[in-house]
Each structure stands twice: as structure tokens, then as C-alpha cells.
């Protein structure tokens, strides 16, 4: 039995027709697999190709004075980026000042302090907060947030911080409520998940032995923290920050709504700004004329090269981490 | 003795700030769902859903920026997610370490924290401009480009859990990898499969940027898919910015809808994982 059965499947299996149209499927599988995964590829070559096409009317026509002036004057069709670079670059780093230390609180609340029955529910709860869309945010940030700042955050600072000699500039004028220190107060909320979670994951890396040996040398938790665990987990900490700063310099509806959309530099944090996402937002579907439409471009291109440049060299320094063998 | 009450006051201080920091975390989170629900449970009524949006001032519902959502979600998953899951085949199974995969992958990361406004223009540059005006297709591309990185990273990290005997036995039966793939890996990662597009539906179905100049909006019921399509997010972020009341209690309404069908769809998608994994450490 065994005999004859075997003898017919090895021909069904070896039948030449069989095994060719075998071939044949397996071929085109495997081109739709690698065309899937080369379209990856090819999405973001073609947005750095259109972005520079779309920008190249405004490029060729200001040129390097782009990002160097400061006026934006859709009326003598004169745009320059630097209000919109400055907003940008100032909300994320408010944003990062505010986001940083708080993200490495909650990362050490949940690796060190936390009882473990609290640990899941947490933890998802902080996951929870980076799933909310950022046009909540927004609306929140426009309806919640700004007036309570406006009523009591914003008088405080101007009151007792508005006459230092350096830093009082920063804090000066009327509190309007919506500004540049809204909008990187909200950002700050909307990345401090990513950076506490990707912090959890690094210190998690952390080998057990290293942190009993410091415990085991009458280290406090904060030492065994500051001492240990973060010389450890540094290039992983540096990428999860980089990575939230690279969520801050693109989001755009949340900071839409907060920012007050002026395209002036203001030495006050409590006046309203612009950031590069921000006016293509409100701007691109009102812009009237080819420079005006093409200089937004030319924004989002910036904007592109920028937030590339700064996930590209987190991502590798998280790489780098998972090369040196632990899982991030 | 003073230097070691030092040490432990700094400890106690630092342990204190960590407390602290996680709770104004939560404490923003609850923050929001509070206002959410405050605002948004007013403006809930049956009208929402049978209604168009309104003029200001008028009585009307979110029926077509709801459907138009809908539309554009679900397009937007049956465009992207089978790149993306093809892609993350490649990635598992055929490329594994070859250069291009590690590309792919880098690239792949870049995309999925890449601002979405970005990708909005990347639209209507190639779709918006040619076409000659705003569809709901160019909207729905928008939202497949963000899929494509979600479902690709679960696809390729969930085939990676398969067990490698069962591919070894598919293999040992003479069956190619593509037959493998089909019958015996995507089956077996079908659910975690699943959950990456749970995520991907979550993510895409609150963009606002990327919409705003592809489907733009219509206040007007439509279902033509070359034409400007309502969407949520969009009549949110209109209707928000409004300085009209019936508009504003639409827009909280909206909000408190979408935030609501994300956050179940995320949760939904954190338990199948986890049942994922207990099944997964109870096998072995």
C-alpha cells in the first residue's frame, strides 16, 4: 500500500507541468512582494520629488533669501520663511523642554516605582494618549487649555518673570491666551507619550544584574536611575527624544489651532507666531497665484528636510541600539 | 549620617517628581476625555446621524461628513493595506537581511513618524494638480500612504513570530514559499495581521493635514468619488474655528465620535495582541 501510494504522489509532485505553473506563481508572488516593498522606496523619493518640483517657482525666484526673511506679504507677493522656520523651531523646543523631563519621570515611575497590578493599566493609558487624533488636541488645546492660561498661567510669568534682565523679553506683553507657549505647551502633551514610552523600552534593556549590582552597593533607586540605567541606555534616550522632537516640527492641526497664525518673529513667548506646518494648513487651500502656492511648497519642503533629517538620525541611533543586541 | 540623609532626600524628591510627572500625564489624558465628553454628550442627538451639515445657524447632523469619512478610511485600508502587507511579507520572508530590506525598513520608520501634512501636499501635487481639483480619491490615497507603514511593520513583525518548524514542515512538503505564505504563515498570523490593521485604521481615520487639500470638504451630501468628499476631521477643524454656536456643538460632537471609535479600536486592538501573546507563552 505504502508502495504504490507514494509512487503516484512523488509523480503528482514532480509532474513538469505541476511544478512549472508552481514556479510560475512562486515568481509572481514574489514580484508582488518586492514591488510592494520597492513602492515604500519609491513614496518617498516622489514626495522629495514633487515638494522640489511644486517649491522650484519660489526657490528659483527668491532663492537663498527664503529662509532669511522674515516677511510674508501675499499682497506684493513677497514670502519669506524665517517667522515660520523660527515658530516651528521654537514651539518643539518648549515643547521638548517641558516633554523631556516629564517623559523620563513616567519612564521611571513605570520601570521603578510602580506596583505591578498598576503597571499594564497605566502604561496603556499613556499609550492612549498618543492615539488621540491631534486635531482633539487642538480643539482642546484652543478651548480648555489656552483660556486657562490665559487666566492664570500667562499673568504669573509676565508678573515675576517679565522683569528679569535676559529672560524677561520672553515673557512680556498681554497674555492673549493662544501664542507661541500654547502651542508648545500642547505639543509637549502630544509627545511626551512617544518619549516616555520609547524611554520605558530602553530602560527596560537594561540588564537586571547591572541594576542589583548598584543596589547591591547601597545605591538609592535615584542613583541606581541617574548612575546606571541612564549612562546604559543614553543613545536609546537620545533617539526616543529625537524621534518626539521630530513628531513636534511636523504636527500641524494641533498647533494650528493654538498658534495665532501671525507670520512675525516676536521676542515675547506669549505672542502669537506661525510654524511652517501651521501656514500651509491655513494657508494652501486659499492661496491664490503660482508664488504663493509654490513658497507654501517650498515651506512643506523645508519642513520635509528637516523632520527627515531628525527621525533619520534617531531611527539610526535606535538601530544602533538593536545592533548592539538589545531589542528595543 | 547627613550624607546619607542627603542621598535619601534627593531619592525621595526625584521618586516624588516621577510621581508627579506620571500623574499630570494621566491627568491630561483624563483632561481631554473629560472635555470631550462634557461638550460633546450635549451635542449628541439622533439628528447627528440623519442630517447634513448645516448652514450657520441651522438646524443639521454630521450624515455626510460621517459617511465621507467612512468612505475615505475605508479606501484609504483597501488601497494601502495590501502593499503593506505584501511589503512586510518581503520583508519576512524573501528579503530578510539582504540591503534592500534594511533600506526598506529604515525607510519604512521614517514614514511612520513623517508629518502627514507632508503627504497631503505629496497628493495634491501628483493627484490634486492633475485632476485639476479636490476628490475624494485623492483623499483616500493620502490615508493609504499612512497605512502602508503600519500594516507594514505588524505584517513583518507578526510573520516573524511563526514558529519556524511550521514553515520548515510546509517546506519539507514540497510546497514553494508563496504557498507556504499563503496557507500555512498568513493563517497563523492572521490574528496579529489583523490587529495592524485595527491600528492603521485608528491612525489614518483622524488625519485632518492630510486632507485638508486632497478631499478638502463639501457641505453638501455627495458619494461621487472625483468630487470634494465631507470628512470629520475636516468639518471639525471648520466648524471649531467657527465663531458660530450650533457649529462649535457639531464640532465637539464630531470629536467626541472620533476620539471615541480610535480609542476603542486601539484598545481592541491591545487586547487582541495580548491574547496574542498569552496563547503564544501557553503553547510553548
Known amino acids: 500500500m505504502e508502495n504504490s501510494g507514494s509512487e503516484t504522489d512523488t509523480v503528482a509532485i514532480i509532474d513538469p507541468r505541476h511544478a512549472a505553473k508552481q514556479l510560475i506563481y512562486e515568481r509572481i508572488f514574489r514580484a508582488a512582494t518586492l514591488s510592494a516593498a520597492i513602492l515604500v522606496l519609491l513614496i518617498l523619493g516622489g514626495v522629495a520629488l514633487s515638494l522640489l518640483r511644486g517649491a522650484w517657482p519660489a526657490v528659483s525666484h527668491f532663492g537663498f533669501s527664503f529662509v532669511t526673511r522674515e516677511i510674508w506679504n501675499p499682497v506684493t507677493d513677497q514670502f519669506g520663511a524665517l517667522a515660520a522656520i523660527y515658530g516651528t523651531v521654537v514651539t518643539s523646543l518648549i515643547a521638548m523642554l517641558l516633554a523631556v523631563p516629564a517623559g523620563f519621570g513616567i519612564a521611571l515611575f513605570l520601570t521603578e516605582l510602580c506596583p505591578p497590578l498598576l503597571k499594564r493599566p497605566i502604561g496603556v493609558a499613556v499609550e492612549l494618549l498618543a492615539a488621540v487624533p491631534s486635531i482633539i488636541f487642538g480643539i482642546w488645546g484652543l478651548f480648555v487649555l489656552a483660556p486657562v492660561l490665559q487666566r492664570h498661567a500667562q499673568p504669573w510669568l509676565i508678573a515675576h518673570l517679565g522683569h528679569l534682565p535676559l529672560l524677561g523679553g520672553l515673557f512680556k506683553g498681554p497674555p492673549f491666551g493662544i501664542g507661541v507657549l500654547t502651542a508648545g505647551v500642547v505639543l509637549a502633551i502630544m509627545v511626551l507619550p512617544f518619549i516616555a514610552a520609547t524611554m520605558r523600552e530602553v530602560f527596560d534593556t537594561v540588564p537586571p544584574m547591572l541594576k542589583e549590582s548598584g543596589y547591591g552597593l547601597g545605591a538609592t533607586t535615584w542613583e541606581v536611575m541617574w548612575n546606571v540605567v541612564v549612562p546604559h541606555s543614553r543613545v536609546g534616550m537620545v533617539g526616543g527624544i529625537m524621534l518626539g522632537l521630530g513628531r513636534a516640527l511636523g504636527e500641524t492641526m494641533a498647533v494650528t489651532f493654538v498658534i495665532g497664525n501671525a507670520h512675525r518673529i516676536s521676542s515675547s513667548l506669549l505672542a502669537p507666531g506661525t510654524t511652517i506646518s501651521s501656514a500651509i494648513a491655513n494657508e494652501f487651500t486659499e492661496a491664490v497665484g503660482d508664488l504663493y502656492t509654490s513658497s507654501l511648497i517650498a515651506l512643506g519642503l523645508l519642513l520635509f528636510l528637516i523632520t527627515f533629517t531628525v527621525i533619520a538620525a534617531a531611527q539610526a541611533m535606535l538601530r544602533r541600539l538593536e545592533r548592539r543586541g538589545f531589542a528595543v | ?284
Request: proline letters at 5%; hydrophobic letters at 55%.
Open chain 2, 1 to 284: 549620617m547627613t550624607r546619607r540623609t542627603l542621598r535619601k532626600a534627593k531619592n525621595g524628591i526625584f521618586l516624588a517628581l516621577s510621581l508627579v510627572a506620571t500623574a499630570l500625564g494621566l491627568a491630561c489624558l483624563a483632561a481631554i476625555l473629560w472635555t470631550l465628553l462634557s461638550h460633546g454628550l450635549a451635542g449628541m442627538s439622533w439628528n447627528l446621524f440623519t442630517q447634513m451639515t448645516p448652514p450657520p445657524g441651522g438646524q443639521g447632523g454630521l450624515l455626510n461628513a460621517l459617511y465621507g469619512s467612512a468612505v475615505m478610511t475605508l479606501l484609504g485600508i483597501l488601497i494601502g493595506s495590501p502593499i503593506g502587507v505584501l511589503a512586510g511579507t518581503y520583508l519576512a520572508e524573501y528579503g530578510r537581511d539582504s540591503r534592500l530590506s534594511t533600506v526598506i525598513r529604515f525607510i519604512n520608520d521614517v514614514l511612520l513618524s513623517a508629518p502627514s501634512i507632508i503627504i497631503g501636499l505629496f497628493v495634491y501635487e501628483i493627484v490634486v494638480v492633475h485632476m485639476g481639483h479636490f476628490s475624494a480619491i485623492a483623499g483616500a490615497l493620502a490615508l493609504s500612504i499612512l497605512a502602508i507603514p503600519v500594516t507594514l511593520r505588524t505584517t513583518e513583525d507578526m510573520l516573524n513570530l511563526v514558529p519556524i518548524g511550521m514553515k520548515d514542515s510546509s517546506a519539507a512538503l514540497g510546497a514553494y514559499p508563496w504557498r507556504t505564505t499563503l496557507s500555512v504563515l498568513y493563517p497563523a498570523a492572521r490574528s496579529g495581521i489583523v490587529t495592524g490593521l485595527l491600528l492603521a485604521v485608528a491612525r489614518i481615520s483622524g488625519e485632518t493635514a492630510p486632507l485638508l487639500f486632497t478631499a478638502l470638504n463639501n457641505q453638501f451630501w455627495s458619494t461621487q468619488l472625483n468630487a470634494p468628499m465631507a470628512n470629520l476631521p475636516v468639518v471639525i477643524f471648520q466648524f471649531a474655528l467657527s465663531p458660530y454656536k450650533n457649529w462649535q456643538d457639531l464640532a465637539w460632537a464630531g470629536a467626541l465620535i472620533i476620539t471615541v471609535t480610535i480609542l476603542v479600536l486601539s484598545i481592541s486592538a491591545r487586547v487582541i495582541l495580548a491574547l496574542l501573546q498569552a496563547e503564544r507563552g501557553s503553547g510553548r
